[in-house]
């Protein structure tokens, strides 16, 4: 699978987003009508993480936004009760989706060595096409209250006990062959986070996701596969 094939096969339009924001929050939104709520929602949401990103959410008055939108004050809070809600409903959606389509991809293979390498793509994809959520999530952690941080780092660790599943069963089966899986599967985050946090610096280097997701790979294939299935998939290279 790589980036395109991706694309064609997960529907993440900013539209399709929003329709999952509207039908989470059906309850608090006061406005009914889906396709008003969806184009609202889109402008909302296209500002916010505009705005965030030239001066920080916090600084991001409701002025700021009524203005970037085009929305009045009353329009924008039938869509939230406050900020903070926003940034909330903002937040829990890039978990939820993320989750989602991680499990299932993952769910989807049963070989360790193809649970890891899908599971690395799909990220690396999916921060891909929502790089600003991504960003903007990482970002303002520290703006969230105290639940929504305990939310957010549950998350964390839940990404990371994905990789770390992936691991104790590649061993388990010796297929990996390494010694602190938790750790490992620390810096896998951490350089999957590299990829939408430092985006300009791969932007750059005309570095795109599809060679940095092959890159990681062929760096985790190198220090994790047991010795006896690096020399087998070398004989199966030359063989071919």
Same mark, same amino acid.
């Given at each position: 699978?790589?980036?395109?094939? $991706?694309?064609?096969?997960?529907?993440?339009?900013?539209?399709?987003?929003?329709?999952?924001?509207?039908? #989470?929050? +059906?309850?608090?939104? +006061?406005?009914? !009508?889906?396709g008003?709520v969806?184009k609202?929602? %889109?402008?909302?949401? #296209? @500002?916010t993480?505009?705005?965030?990103?030239?001066? *920080? $959410?916090?600084?991001?008055s409701?002025?700021?936004?009524?203005?970037?939108?085009? /929305?009045?004050?009353?329009?924008?809070?039938?869509? $939230?009760?406050? !900020? %903070? %809600?926003?940034?909330?409903?903002?937040?829990?959606? &890039?978990?939820?989706?993320?989750?989602?389509?991680?499990?299932?991809?993952?769910?989807?293979?049963?070989?360790?060595?193809?649970?890891? !390498?899908?599971?690395? &793509?799909?990220?690396?994809? /999916?921060?891909?096409?929502?790089?600003?959520?991504?960003?903007?999530?990482?970002?303002?952690? !520290?703006?969230l209250?105290?639940?929504?941080?305990?939310?957010?780092? @549950?998350?964390?660790?839940?990404? %990371?006990?994905?990789?770390?599943?992936? /691991?104790?069963? *590649?061993?388990?089966? *010796?297929?990996?062959q390494?010694? #602190?899986?938790?750790?490992?599967?620390?810096?896998?985050?951490?350089? /999957?986070? #590299?990829w939408?946090?430092?985006?300009?610096?791969?932007?750059k +280097?005309?570095?795109s996701?599809?060679?940095? @997701?092959?890159?990681?790979l062929?760096?985790?294939?190198?220090f994790?596969?047991?010795?006896?299935?690096? @020399?087998?998939r070398?004989?199966?290279?030359?063989?071919?």
């Open positions: 699978m790589n980036y395109a094939e $991706f694309q064609t096969q997960v529907s993440l339009s900013k539209q399709d987003i929003c329709r999952e924001v509207f039908a #989470d929050n +059906r309850k608090a939104i +006061r406005v009914k !009508k889906e008003i969806v609202n929602l %889109e402008r909302i949401f #296209d @500002a993480l505009n705005i965030s990103n030239k001066k *920080g $959410f916090q600084a991001m409701m002025r700021d936004l009524s203005k970037e939108t085009n /929305l009045s004050m009353g329009a924008l809070y039938s869509y $939230f009760s406050s !900020k %903070e %809600e926003l940034l909330e409903m903002l937040q829990h959606q &890039r978990r939820t989706i993320t989750k989602r389509i991680l499990n299932a991809y993952i769910d989807a293979e049963k070989d360790p060595l193809a649970k890891l !390498k899908v599971a690395v &793509r799909t990220h690396l994809y /999916l921060s891909e096409t929502m790089q600003p959520w991504f960003y903007f999530s990482y970002m303002e952690t !520290k703006n209250s105290k639940r929504q941080q305990e939310m957010a780092i @549950a998350s964390e660790i839940y990404t %990371e006990k994905i990789f770390l599943d992936i /691991l104790n069963q *590649g061993h388990s089966q *010796g297929y990996f390494v010694d #602190d899986r938790q750790l490992t599967a620390s810096v896998i985050k951490a350089m /999957l986070q #590299d939408y946090l430092k985006r300009w610096k791969y932007a +280097r005309k570095i996701v599809d060679q940095y @997701a092959q890159f990681v062929e760096l985790l294939g190198s994790i596969l047991h010795t006896t299935n690096n @020399a087998h070398k004989r199966s290279h030359h063989e071919n």
